[in-house]
């Protein structure tokens, strides 16, 4: 079996110990983008962790990331009407998760949040906003629905 992972911009990717990144996973720092890995984490098969055009992602100490996850740190522009979106550009966005998160299958995580420590998103969750240390979150967009202690 053959098991492949795409590196883009491997310079300004960074990737702690022990870690784990299964088949297909796809980590893209292209445009002045960052990915900072921490200590520990696991990163399932066909993960998208995508840092172009200015994005930031950085995951802490052993995260647990599930199949088909995406994390899009930027987004497209699209405010003038006259110009197709595709040529309006991107603005950078950042998008942190920190030590021991779990994010299930599936999931997306968009610019500009947080997932606290010690967190659980739900498989198939839109993370569209910050979420606290230790919650539960689920659903579409993700909402709290239990805290952990």
Same mark, same amino acid.
């Given at each position: 079996?053959?098991?492949?992972?795409?590196?883009?911009? &491997?310079?300004?990717?960074?990737? *702690?110990?022990?870690?784990?990144?299964?088949?297909?996973?796809?980590?893209?720092?292209? *445009?002045? $983008?960052?990915?900072?890995?921490?200590?520990?984490?696991?990163?399932?098969?066909?993960?998208?962790?995508?840092?172009?055009?200015?994005?930031?992602?950085?995951? $802490?100490?052993?995260?647990?990331?599930?199949?088909?996850?995406?994390?899009?740190?930027?987004?497209?522009?699209?405010?003038?009407?006259?110009?197709?979106?595709?040529?309006?550009?991107?603005? $950078?966005?950042?998008?942190?998760?920190?030590?021991?998160?779990?994010?299930?299958?599936?999931?997306?995580?968009? &610019?500009?949040?947080?997932?606290?420590? $010690?967190?659980?998103?739900?498989? *198939?969750?839109?993370?569209?906003?910050?979420? &606290?240390?230790?919650?539960?979150?689920? *659903?579409? &967009?993700?909402?709290?629905?239990?805290?952990?202690?």
């Amino acid at each position: 079996m053959d098991i492949e992972c795409d590196i883009l911009n &491997p310079r300004n990717i960074y990737i *702690g110990d022990d870690i784990n990144i299964l088949s297909k996973a796809n980590l893209n720092a292209n *445009g002045n $983008g960052l990915i900072k890995i921490d200590n520990g984490s696991n990163i399932n098969i066909n993960v998208l962790i995508d840092a172009s055009q200015n994005g930031s992602i950085i995951i $802490g100490k052993n995260v647990m990331i599930g199949p088909n996850v995406v994390f899009r740190a930027s987004n497209h522009n699209f405010k003038n009407l006259s110009t197709p979106m595709k040529l309006q550009g991107h603005s $950078g966005g950042k998008i942190v998760i920190c030590n021991d998160v779990w994010i299930g299958a599936n999931a997306t995580i968009v &610019p500009n949040v947080c997932i606290g420590k $010690g967190s659980i998103i739900g498989a *198939g969750a839109v993370v569209t906003k910050n979420i &606290p240390e230790y919650s539960i979150c689920v *659903g579409v &967009p993700a909402k709290v629905i239990k805290k952990r202690i």
